[in-house]
């Protein structure tokens, strides 16, 4: 069956710009994260939805970045305004319910 | 907060038997998960533990003990292939998500 997938898997950017990454979980999985990762650096988490619940934003380091979940899947990060302190990995993680999450490769962005 | 610490790097020898030891600081977690996360890629699963004690799963176990509040992942008959980053992460359900300790670098040597 099909993992979680994210697209780009590359983004190259410049300082400014706004950015939209998408994040198409497991079929059936509740739960959606949103994690960051830099260079040599553990996971930071950016934001949780469960199913129609309001989503747990309180991991965005700014209002910047804002994420949406349509339909109870698909998710779109949105990062306004990109500044080179931006650049990282960006990790989409989903779950049944909670608990044992599945990533999907993570899109690279890089903000010149 | 929950000060997840991991040693940052560790080096082993094919074949041998690794220890990496998370050690936190929290008021109160549901589980502790092991990831394992090659260069490049997503985080992969490998255990969790809810009790106290030993999960045992083929070269890999993981240990817990809340009361000391640590945690450690045992690989053994060491492979090249076990050369990768190792996360640990609390499972705190009031909030439904997983914070994650930086990671151990291991690198499996001949």
């Known amino acids: 069956g099909a993992g979680v997938s994210q697209s780009p898997s590359n983004k190259v950017t410049e300082k400014g710009k706004d950015v939209e990454l998408r994040c198409d979980p497991i079929?059936?999985?509740?739960?959606l994260y949103w994690y960051r990762q830099s260079l040599g650096q553990g996971l930071e988490f950016l934001i949780y939805?469960?199913?129609?619940?309001?989503?747990?934003k309180s991991g965005l380091p700014s209002d910047r970045f804002s994420a949406e979940r349509t339909g109870g899947s698909v998710s779109t990060l949105t990062i306004q305004r990109t500044q080179q302190e931006d650049s990282a990995v960006y990790l989409c993680?989903?779950?049944?319910?909670?608990?044992?999450?599945?990533f999907g490769p993570g899109t690279r962005l890089t903000v010149l | 907060g929950q000060n997840i610490d991991q040693p940052t790097e560790m080096t082993a020898t094919e074949g041998a038997i690794v220890q990496i030891n998370c050690t936190y600081q929290?008021?109160?977690?549901?589980?502790l998960f092991w990831y394992q996360q090659h260069a490049g890629e997503a985080p992969t699963f490998l255990s969790y533990?809810?009790?106290?004690g030993l999960e045992e799963k083929g070269r890999f176990s993981s240990f817990l003990s809340r009361s000391k509040g640590y945690s450690y992942l045992l690989l053994k008959e060491l492979q090249m292939k076990d050369s990768a980053s190792y996360l640990c992460?609390?499972?705190?359900?009031?909030?439904?998500?997983?914070?994650f300790g930086t990671g151990t670098q291991l690198k499996v040597e001949l």
């Open positions: 993680a989903s779950s049944l319910s909670s608990g044992r999450e599945f």
């Open positions: 079929s059936g999985h509740t739960a």
């Open positions: 939805f469960q199913g129609n619940s309001a989503p747990d």
């Open positions: 929290t008021s109160g977690f549901n589980g």
């Open positions: 533990n809810v009790l106290d």
């Open positions: 992460a609390l499972f705190t359900g009031g909030g439904n998500k997983l914070t």
